[in-house]
């Protein structure tokens, strides 16, 4: 009989992850379509690799609490006709509980948010996000930099009554963050923007 239990037990331990109730992505906006968006005016675009040393690496953690993971960040940069910098956006992820968030944020020349826009979630926590994206909550954000406080607006105060609209209007806000602070510290040179102040 111990046999038994132990074995049952085993499974159970075992299938716990299995059972996790992640639904599948949507979604909302193409890489393509939130890059020609969110970079609107350029004419040609170009990627930049940026790869953080350990010495931005723990500065950006000790600013926000989150170290960066990927071993490197694709930056998109728009140019005019003229060869000028429109903008530059990159694209942030998170997983939650109930799966992952992914945020496109785009950055002007100064360094400030031009715009954000969620382009990937669940299908669980959609109808929580929704209510955001109707307001364009992420427009609240725009000429914000990384030592902004990126928080939901007080416009939003009848959607924030949901908690988990909060929370993830919060989630996403944190990638905002995130993703500002990737540009200061690999788009500007030896993310001079963080380390001056």
């Known amino acids: 009989m111990r046999p038994i239990v132990v074995a049952l037990a085993l499974a159970l331990a075992l299938a716990g992850p299995a059972l996790a109730h992640l639904t599948p992505p949507v979604v909302l906006v193409s890489d393509r379509d939130a890059v020609a968006s969110l970079l609107s005016g350029s004419r040609r675009f170009f990627v930049r690799e940026v790869r953080l040393a350990d010495k931005e690496k723990a500065a950006i953690k000790q600013a926000s609490g989150w170290t960066p993971e990927e071993d490197f960040y694709r930056f998109y940069i728009g140019r005019d006709d003229q060869a000028r ?96 602070l990737l540009y200061d510290y690999g788009m500007r040179p030896s993310g001079s923007a963080q380390l001056a102040r």
């Open 85 to 180: 910098t429109v903008g530059s956006l990159v694209f942030v992820g998170d997983a939650t509980i109930h799966g992952s968030v992914r945020v496109a944020t785009a950055f002007g020349p100064d360094g400030k948010v031009r715009g954000a826009s969620v382009v990937e979630l669940t299908e669980e926590t959609y109808p929580w996000v929704k209510p955001l994206i109707d307001e364009q909550f992420t427009q609240d954000w725009v000429g914000n930099d990384s030592q902004s406080r990126f928080v939901l607006s007080d416009r939003l105060a009848r959607a924030r009554t949901n908690s988990m609209t909060q929370f993830y209007g919060d989630v996403v806000a944190n990638l905002v963050r995130r993703a500002a």
